[in-house]
C-alpha cells in the first residue's frame, strides 16, 4: 500500500520540486542583482518568505489535478489520456512561471517591482506596448521569447515527460483514498500559507521598509495573479489601511482644507464647497501643459541633471514649484490628480473606473457649466488608459488626437512627435480663440515615453562626466535624450505662443504626470515623487515657491488665477491663499501623507510607520508616528474610496450658490 501511495504521489511531488527550484533560483539571481538593497539577514528573509509564496502558489496551481489524478491514473480507461493531460497542464505550467520570471528583470527596471497590476491593464492596448516592445526593447523581446522556448523544448519538456511516465498500478481503493486525501492535505495547506484564519497574503511576508525587498519575496505568477484578484474588487483603502468613522474622515478632510465650515454647501456631498477666485476680471482662458515623465531628476533647477534649459529658462518667468510631488507614479495618476484634483487611492485612477465615467467632477465640466470650451489635445490614440470615455462623459467637448494632427513629420509607437503636437495644439488654440469664448485645452505629450522615439533635431549633446557615463544604461541614456527633445518641442511652443493672439489672456499650466522611475530602498521613494511645475502668465508675482505641494492643489490654484468661481468637491489648496505644506502620494499599496518634512506611510494590513524627510536628499529617516499625524494620513487615504463608492465626486446637482 505504501509503495502505491508514493507511485500516485511522485509526479506531483516531483514536479513541485522542480517548480520550487526554479522559482527560488531566480529570486536569489533577481536578489543578487539588487545586491545594494540586501544584506546578509534581508536575503534569507527574503528567500524563507518567498518559499512560503511559491509553495501558496503551487498549491493554487496543482490543488484540482492533484484531486483527480489517483483515481484517473489508475484506471485503464482514462490513464493514457489523464496522463497525457497532466503532461500538457505541467507544461503550461511551468511555460507560465518561466515566462513571468524572464519578464521580471525588463519590468524591475522600468517600474522598480516585479510584474504587477500595471502588467495586466497595460495588456488591454497590445498595438501600443507590442510597437514600444519591438522599437525598444526589441533584444529583450527576442531573448526572452528565445530562452523560453529552448528551455521549455530541450529542458523541461523531458524532465516532465519522465515525471509523468508512470507504470501501471494496482492500488486499493484505501490506496487511491489515502494518496488523494493527502495531496489534498498538502496542497491546501501550501495555497493558504498559514495555520490562521487568513490565508497568506503579500502583507504576511513584507518585512522590509524597501519595496523592491519585499517585491522580490513574491514570485511573479502570485504578484500578478494577486493583481488580478485585486482589479476585480477594487480594493477600498478601509479594507487594507484600518477604518475609521465616516464623520471623522469628513471633519479631517474638511479641516485640512483650511476652509471655514460655512464653505461647504451640500449635505450629501460632504467636501462639496464653494471658493472664490483672486481675480476678479472677465474668465481667461486655460491651457494645461502634461509632460510626460518628467522628474525633478531631469531638471537642473531642482537639483537635477541639467537637460531641460527650457524649462529652467520658465522656472523664472512665472509662478514655480520648488517643492511639488506627484500623487502616484502612472499618467492617469497624474490625470486624475491635475484634472479632477481626486485624492490617489489604492484602486486604480478614476480615469479607469466604472462609477466615474459619467457626471464625475472635472476641472472641464465645472469650465464647461461657466461657458467654456473645453478640448483635450494628445499625440497618440486618445483611447489609450480609458481617457476618451472618461473625458467625453465628463465635460470635454473636443478631442483632438493623432489621427486629427495635420500632416504630421514623424510618427513613433505612442504617436506624432512632442514638435507635431506642438503644430496642431496651437492651431486649435487659435481655432477657439478666434469664437471669442473662453476656452481650456489639456494638451498631452508622449516622446518622453519608452521606446523613445522622437525626429532628428539639432540639440547640444550632455556633457556626462566619465563616471556618469559609466553608471547609466543605455535605455537610460536614451531617456534623457529624448527629455532634452521634450524640453526642446515645449520651448519651441511656448515661444510661439507668446507671440499669438490668445497668449494675452490665457493662463498656462505646465507640469509633469510623474516621474520617470521610481525606484529607492524606501516604501515610498519620494524623490521620485518630486516633479516640476510652472503657471505662466497669470496675475500672480514672478516667484519661486518652496512650500510643500501636491499636484491636487493645482486646480483650485488655477480656477482662481482664471476668475472661475471653484465649486466643486476638491480638497486641493488655492494656493493664492494658503501656504500650504502637505502632499499625498500612491506607491503601489502603500500611502504616503507628507506634511512639514513629516513623511506617514500606511500600509496594506501592517502598522503606520513615520519618517522625518531630510530636505535636499530625501533620506527617511525613522521617528515616533503621532496620533494626530496618523488620524490626517489616514482619512486621507480613505477619502478616495468613500468619495468614489458614494458617489461624493459628482459635477451635477450641486446647490448653486453666488
Known sequence: MFKSIVTLINPFCRFTLLLLITLSVFRFGFSLWQYEHFSALTLIQTLFNGLRIDLSTI?????????????????????????????????????VILFFELATPAFIQEYGLRPNRLFIEYLSYPKEVFSMLVAGHLTTLVLTSVLLVLTLKFIVTPIIAKITR???????????????????????????????????????????????????????????????????????????????????????????????????????????SIRKPVYQGDHKNLVIILEESLGAQYVSTLGGLALTPNIDRLYNEG???????????????????VITGFTPTPARSVVKLDKSQKSFFTLASLLQSNGYQTQFIY????????????????????????????????????????????????????????????????????????????????????????????????????????????????????????????????VFLIVADHDARA??????????FHIPAIILNSDHTTERSNNIVSQIDLPPTLLSLIGVTNESPMLGHDLNKIATNRAMMQYASNFGYLQDNNLTILRPDKPALAFKVEEKTFELTPKAIFPKELELALAHALWGSLAYDNQWYSSKNFERVR
Open 519 to 528: 525606484t529607492s530602498k524606501t516604501l515610498i521613494p519620494i524623490k521620485n
Open 319 to 337: 509662478w514655480s514649484f520648488n517643492q511639488l510631488y506627484a500623487t502616484g507614479t502612472r499618467s492617469v495618476r497624474g490625470i486624475e490628480a
Open 166 to 272: 508512470l507504470s501501471r498500478i494496482n492500488s486499493s481503493f484505501l490506496s487511491k483514498s489515502v494518496a488523494t486525501t493527502l495531496m489534498i492535505l498538502i496542497y491546501l495547506l501550501a495555497a493558504r500559507g498559514t495555520l490562521g484564519h487568513r490565508p497568506i497574503n503579500p502583507a504576511f511576508v513584507y518585512t522590509s521598509t524597501d519595496q523592491l525587498i519585499n517585491s522580490l519575496t513574491l514570485n511573479s505568477t502570485y504578484s500578478v495573479a494577486h493583481a488580478i484578484k485585486e482589479l476585480g474588487n477594487e480594493k477600498n483603502a478601509a479594507l487594507i489601511y484600518g477604518k475609521m468613522p465616516t464623520e471623522k474622515v469628513i471633519d479631517l478632510i474638511r479641516s485640512g482644507t483650511g476652509l471655514a465650515e460655512t464653505r461647504f454647501i451640500v449635505d450629501n456631498q460632504p467636501s462639496q
Open 59 to 95: 498549491g493554487y496551481l496543482l490543488i484540482l489535478p492533484a484531486l483527480f489524478h489517483p483515481l484517473l491514473a489508475n484506471l485503464s480507461l482514462t490513464k493514457k489520456h489523464w496522463l497525457s493531460f497532466l503532461k500538457a497542464y505541467f507544461q503550461l505550467t511551468f511555460a
Open 379 to 506: 499625440g497618440g490614440e486618445s483611447h489609450f488608459d480609458n481617457m476618451k470615455s472618461f473625458f467625453l462623459g465628463n465635460g470635454f467637448e473636443e478631442i483632438v488626437d493623432v489621427d486629427d494632427v495635420e500632416s504630421p513629420t514623424f510618427i513613433g509607437s505612442w504617436g506624432v512627435s512632442d514638435e507635431d503636437l506642438f503644430v496642431q495644439a496651437h492651431k486649435e488654440l487659435s481655432k477657439l480663440n478666434s469664437t471669442n469664448k473662453p476656452f481650456f485645452s489639456f494638451i498631452f505629450t508622449s516622446s518622453n515615453h519608452d521606446p523613445f522615439e522622437y525626429p532628428a533635431v539639432n540639440i547640444p549633446p550632455y556633457n556626462y562626466t566619465e563616471s556618469q557615463l559609466s553608471s547609466y544604461s543605455q535605455t537610460e541614456l536614451a531617456r534623457h535624450k529624448a527629455i532634452q527633445y521634450a524640453d526642446h518641442a515645449l520651448g519651441n511652443f511656448i515661444n510661439q505662443a507668446k507671440k499669438s493672439d490668445y497668449w494675452q489672456n490665457t
